[in-house]
Structures are given as structure tokens and as C-alpha cells.
């Protein structure tokens, strides 16, 4: 089935210490998303990318950098995490002309 | 960026319909109306989508007034299974243009 993977589902890392997400898709989809979302809270959308182009939100941290080397693997790295940045976070696709976003299951980072 | 207000919370019990309402006051010619739904530890999954009048797919219905200022999400018959986190976006076709997701409505589906 043509899906959205992230691994690692569970990250645990150490205050400072850099960390990477990764997202893979099969559904060949041309825009790829990260989102951010803290406990209760609905996901903020951090960055995305339109094919190779890459939009960053106003408000994303410098903190968060993006890569994305092919249609179908994108990264989320977080420099230096800090306790505040424990959350789950959801990598999502997306063809552009529509809406609809496929979500993958997320990885829930900790913060020592 | 058309902001969305839904109920924080709702009730309701096995096998009632629930109707979900979202306010749009400022909603753009262009923009759809997408309603997601969001299990806890997993990603959002789309429902639905419309534009005006009334959309219905095998699992919920979307009813939007001629003014489009608000939508209501139906799910017809609940199981507990419907307990979940409901969310409302406004926004244009096209990943160009963003969407928001608003606070949500987390629905509790009791026996």
C-alpha cells in the first residue's frame, strides 16, 4: 500500500544533542510537510516543500532545518533540541493540486 | 488565512448522529472547507472536503450554507471507535496554499 513512513517512531536525545527525523512516502507526491505538535495542542506546521522548493514558516525556529534529496525522502534536524521541543512530530504529502494531506504515524521525541 | 472556531469539546453516545459545527467569518471565494480526523499517537486523516452545499463520502457528510460562513460535519451513527480529535481548515486547492489547523473538537463517543 502506497503510504507515509517515519522512523524512528520514538526518538529519545539529550538537551543540545542534534537529532534527525526522517519521512519516506511511496505516493510519489510532490509536496512533502513538517508539522510540530505538543501534547493537546492541533499541529503547527513548521516548513514544506513544493518539489525542490523549500517554505519555511515565519515562525519555525531557526533551530529546525529541513532537507529533502529526493520526491521521496524529506528530514527534519534539530540543531541543539531544547526541553520545550519535546513533541510529536508529523510528516505529511501531498499533490498540488488538492487539499487532502497523508499523514505518517509521527515520531515522538523526548528531550533529557 | 480564514481562522476557524469549533467547540472544544462534545459528547455523545453508540449509534446517535453528531454534528460538528465550524465557524469561517471570513472565508475567501476560493477557499474549501477540509475537516480531519486524528486518533491519539497517530497522524491526522482526511474525512472530507466541499465547497458549498452538501458533500458526502461513506463514512460522513458536510453541510455548508449558501453564505459559507460555517460548515457542519456530520457523522451519521457513532461508534466508540469515532472517539477522536476533529479539526476544521479553510484554505484554497493547491499546497501553495497553507492550511491551518484550528484548535479542534475532541468528540467522546460513549456506551
Known amino acids: 500500500d502506497a503510504m507515509v513512513i517515519q522512523n524512528p517512531r520514538y526518538q529519545v536525545t539529550q538537551f543540545g544533542k542534534p537529532v534527525t527525523l526522517s519521512c519516506s512516502q511511496t505516493?510519489?507526491?510532490?509536496?512533502m510537510y513538517w508539522y510540530q505538535q505538543k501534547s493537546s495542542q492541533a499541529p503547527k506546521l513548521l516548513f514544506h516543500y513544493y518539489d525542490k522548493d523549500f517554505n519555511n514558516e515565519a515562525d519555525t525556529p531557526d533551530n529546525f532545518q529541513s532537507r529533502r534529496p529526493n520526491t521521496s525522502f524529506c528530514f527534519l534536524d534539530i540543531r541543539s533540541p531544547g526541553l520545550g521541543d519535546a513533541a510529536m512530530y508529523l510528516c505529511?504529502?501531498?499533490?498540488?493540486?488538492?487539499?487532502?494531506?497523508?499523514f505518517g504515524p509521527g515520531t515522538r521525541l523526548t528531550v533529557l | 488565512l480564514a481562522k476557524t472556531t469549533q467547540p472544544i469539546s462534545m459528547d455523545s453516545y453508540e449509534g446517535q448522529e453528531v454534528n460538528i459545527t465550524c465557524s469561517h467569518n471570513?472565508?475567501?471565494?476560493?477557499?474549501?472547507i477540509t475537516w480531519y480526523q486524528q486518533f491519539p499517537s497517530q497522524g491526522p486523516r482526511f474525512i472530507i472536503q466541499?465547497?458549498?452545499t452538501k458533500v458526502t463520502n461513506e463514512v460522513a457528510s458536510l453541510f455548508i450554507p449558501a453564505d459559507r460562513k460555517s460548515s457542519t460535519l456530520s457523522l451519521p451513527r457513532v461508534s466508540l471507535s469515532d472517539t477522536a480529535v476533529y479539526y476544521c481548515?479553510?484554505?484554497?486547492?493547491?499546497?501553495?496554499?497553507?492550511?491551518?489547523f484550528g484548535g479542534g473538537t475532541r468528540l467522546m463517543v460513549k456506551p
Open positions: 481548515l479553510v484554505g484554497a486547492l493547491g499546497a501553495g496554499n497553507m492550511l491551518t
Open positions: 471570513n472565508i475567501a471565494t476560493n477557499d474549501y
Open positions: 505516493l510519489n507526491h510532490n509536496v
Open positions: 466541499g465547497y458549498k
Open positions: 505529511a504529502t501531498s499533490n498540488d493540486w488538492s487539499n487532502e494531506q497523508f
